[in-house]
């Protein structure tokens, strides 16, 4: 939802890649609020699993769009980042789970602030300054919550995380939504 991840990435016809992991997060949230016994290494594994898939999905949007359109080596940088990670991380399970909620937190911490940012930056549109604002607060809270818990309790975790997939793909919906172009027949030769 911040003006930095429009900038980036710019509008696209491929805005459907980000809906889709959107709609996904928000039912496996409430299966991890329903049953948290779960297991915390299913998480992680889970979690690993979709940042590759990520990566992927934004690989292949850097490889169709023309190497002239703004935003493309953001797609290639972080698809190649995404999935990186994503297979080191898999490749050692047991210190994936120990980092895992310092990890969730940074993310939080990181969109957050860039949240708190746009509050300020976004002069185009103020009447969702407010909708800033007030996202910047509540990941800065789910930060904290994650640095500060993140091995009390198995439960807490899972809880966390729970809500952290709810919120995360509402997040990743506004934000697709952003990324779509009024028709495809609007989009230009840069908005591929």
């Known amino acids: 939802m911040d003006n930095s991840f429009k900038t980036f990435w710019g509008k696209n016809r491929y805005w459907w890649t980000v809906l889709l992991p959107g709609l996904l997060l928000i039912p496996c949230g409430c299966w991890f609020l329903i049953?948290?016994?779960i297991g915390y290494f299913t998480i992680t594994t889970f979690l690993l699993w979709i940042l590759i898939l990520v990566g992927a999905i934004q690989l292949i949007i850097a490889f169709t769009t023309p190497t002239h359109t703004p935003g493309r080596s953001w797609w290639l940088a972080g698809g190649i980042l995404d999935i990186f990670v994503g297979f080191m991380m898999l490749g050692n399970i047991g210190f994936s789970a120990m980092i895992l909620p310092y990890f969730m937190a940074f993310v939080f911490l990181y969109k957050g602030v860039a949240n708190l940012i746009s509050t300020f930056h976004d002069t185009a549109h103020r009447a969702s300054r407010w909708l800033y604002l007030v996202n910047?607060?509540?990941l800065l809270i789910m930060s904290a919550l994650?640095?500060?818990?993140?091995?009390?309790?198995?439960?807490?975790?899972?809880?966390?995380?729970?809500?952290?997939?709810?919120?995360w793909g509402i997040s990743l919906i506004f934000i697709s939504l952003g990324l779509?172009?009024?028709?495809?027949?609007n989009i230009t030769e840069y908005e591929v």
């Not at 994650?146 to 919120?167: C, E, H, K, Q, V």
């Open 35 to 37: 049953s948290p016994s």
């Open 136 to 138: 910047g607060l509540l």
């Open 146 to 167: 994650f640095f500060f818990s993140p091995f009390t309790a198995m439960i807490a975790i899972d809880f966390l995380i729970g809500i952290s997939f709810i919120y």
């Open 180 to 185: 779509r172009p009024e028709s495809d027949k």
